[in-house]
C-alpha cells in the first residue's frame, strides 16, 4: 500500500503523519517504548488496515519523525492529545475510530471521553489504571545505547523471542540513533522515579465514565512490564467495553498477533 507522508504544526511544532487507504477514517496511536513510532508499533497491520479502512497513523512529538519539544518536560500527554486533536480536525467523517497503544490508551479514551467524532476505540496492552512498575517497566523506559540493548529490551515486550528480528530491530535504531542527541532527549522524558509516570497516566473516574461509545480492548496475558490487570480495571469502569485476554503474548499485540488484532478492528470498526 502506498502511503502519502504528511505534516501539520501544533505549537509551532512539526508533527509527521502517513495517511492511506480509503473507509471509515481510523487514528492510530503507537506506544511509549524505545524507538516507538508509527511504523514501529503498527507495521505488520497497517497495509491490511489501510485495505479497508481510511488510516491516518502519527507520530507523536519526541518520536518517530515528528519534532521534539525544544523544553522539558518532554513526556506530555497534554501536548499529544492537543497534537491528536489537530489531526481528528483534517480527517474527514462525522465519526471517526481510534486504535491505540499502550500510554496512547490514555489519550485515545481522553479523546473519547470529550471528541464528539471519536465513535468507537480500540486498544493494545493498555495504561490508565494504577500498577506498581517493576523491573520490565522501567528497561522499556529507558535509553538503549546499544542495538544488543536495544534486542534485550524488545525481548521483555513480546513473548516468542523470534519475533524481534532485524527488520524490527532497524526501525527503531533508526529511530534512537538518528543523531547524538536523541539518547539525551528520550532520557530527560523518563527521568526520575518511573512510578511517576505510570502514576500521572491513570485516568480519573469521571473520565472513564464518560467513554460512553463502544471500547475493544486487548491485552497480553503475559505482559510484565504492564500487566492486564491494567485492562481488567479499566473495563470494569468503561461502560460499553469488552476485554479480550490473549494467551502467549506479551505486550506488543500488533507484531505478536496480528490477526488477532485485525479481527477485533473488523469487527469494531465495521
Not at 495517511?19 to 524505545?34: D, F, K
Not at 508499533?41 to 489501510?50: H, K
Request: proline share 6%.
Amino acid at each position: 500500500m502506498a502511503y502519502k507522508e504528511r505534516h501539520l504544526t501544533v505549537d509551532g511544532l512539526n508533527a509527521h503523519f502517513i495517511e492511506g487507504g480509503s473507509g471509515y477514517p481510523l487514528l492510530l496511536i503507537h506506544g511509549s517504548g524505545p524507538g516507538a513510532s508509527t511504523i514501529g508499533n503498527w507495521r505488520r497491520i497497517l497495509d491490511p488496515l489501510a485495505e479497508r479502512f481510511h488510516v491516518h497513523a502519527m507520530d507523536l512529538f519526541g518520536f518517530g519523525r515528528s519534532a521534539r519539544k525544544p523544553e522539558p518536560p518532554y513526556f506530555d500527554p497534554e501536548l499529544w492529545i492537543r497534537q491528536c486533536q489537530a489531526l481528528i480536525a483534517r480527517m474527514p467523517g462525522s465519526r471517526i475510530g481510534v486504535l491505540a497503544h499502550s500510554l496512547s490508551a490514555v489519550l485515545a479514551f481522553k479523546l473519547a471521553a470529550s471528541e464528539p467524532r471519536v465513535a468507537n476505540v480500540l486498544t493494545t496492552a493498555a495504561m490508565g489504571a494504577p500498577f506498581t512498575v517493576n523491573e520490565a517497566t522501567v528497561r522499556v523506559w529507558t535509553f538503549p545505547a546499544t542495538r544488543d540493548e536495544l534486542r534485550r529490551t524488545a525481548e521483555l515486550l513480546v513473548h516468542d523471542k523470534s519475533i524481534i528480528d532485524d527488520v524490527y530491530l532497524d526501525a527503531r535504531v533508526e529511530v534512537l540513533h538518528k543523531d547524538e542527541s536523541y539518547g539525551r532527549y528520550f532520557t530527560s522524558m523518563f527521568a526520575g522515579d518511573r512510578q511517576a509516570f505510570a502514576d500521572a497516566a491513570v485516568l480519573s473516574a469521571d473520565e472513564l465514565a464518560r467513554v460512553t461509545c463502544p471500547v475493544t480492548m486487548l491485552h497480553g496475558r503475559n505482559d510484565v512490564a504492564f500487566p492486564p490487570a491494567i485492562s481488567l480495571a479499566l473495563a470494569e469502569q468503561i461502560p460499553q467495553s469488552d476485554l479480550m485476554l490473549i494467551g502467549r503474548c506479551s505486550h506488543s499485540v500488533a507484531m505478536e498477533h496480528p490477526q488477532k488484532l485485525l479481527s477485533a478492528a473488523s469487527d469494531l470498526f465495521k
